[in-house]
């Protein structure tokens, strides 16, 4: 799809969106599309690679994309959170938006207070979106790193700290 040709061209554009929540993180657009892109990774990670390497499904127990984020969900704790995001985001579900909120002037940020967006999970914690996307996309940079021939890549502590 244009020049994003596999899963980690795909993370790329995770990073991308990452930082531009990070630029603004009171703007939902930014969270959201954070939110779809991120969850939507394992799909890119499935069609790329995953689904024909049979030694790593094996040892994940995974025999399809479904099974796959099942793992994932199980390993990463933000990941079905943010599936009800991009979810309800797609197929406008105002149910989704009762979890999530803006507040106004509450985190600290270099000293200043600023506005940003958060999530109430399903334990009844609130949490910012950029950590939970952090979180998530940490789990996707190491399992790329470990797992697939893709090598190198930033990680989300990289993003943002660019001079």
Request: include cysteine; charged fraction near 25%; hydrophobic fraction near 35%.
């Amino acid at each position: 799809m244009f020049d994003i040709r596999n899963s980690a061209d795909f993370y790329r554009k995770c990073l991308d969106d990452y930082s531009s929540l990070l630029f603004n993180p009171s703007y939902a657009g930014f969270a959201i599309n954070c939110a779809m892109s991120s969850y939507h990774l394992a799909e890119w990670i499935w069609g790329d690679w995953l689904k024909t390497d049979h030694v790593l499904k094996a040892r994940l127990k995974v025999k399809s994309c479904d099974d796959f984020k099942g793992w994932v969900e199980a390993q990463c704790p933000f990941f079905k959170t943010v599936q009800s995001i991009a979810n309800g985001s797609k197929h406008f579900n105002r149910n989704v938006s009762g979890n999530t909120a803006k507040m106004e002037g509450v985190a600290e940020d270099e000293g200043f207070e600023r506005d940003h967006l958060v999530v109430l999970t399903d334990d009844n914690t609130m949490r910012s979106i950029e950590d939970m996307i952090q979180v998530l996309l940490t789990f996707w940079h190491d399992f790329l790193e470990e797992h697939s021939i893709y090598k190198d890549l930033k990680s989300p502590d990289e993003v943002g700290n660019e001079s």
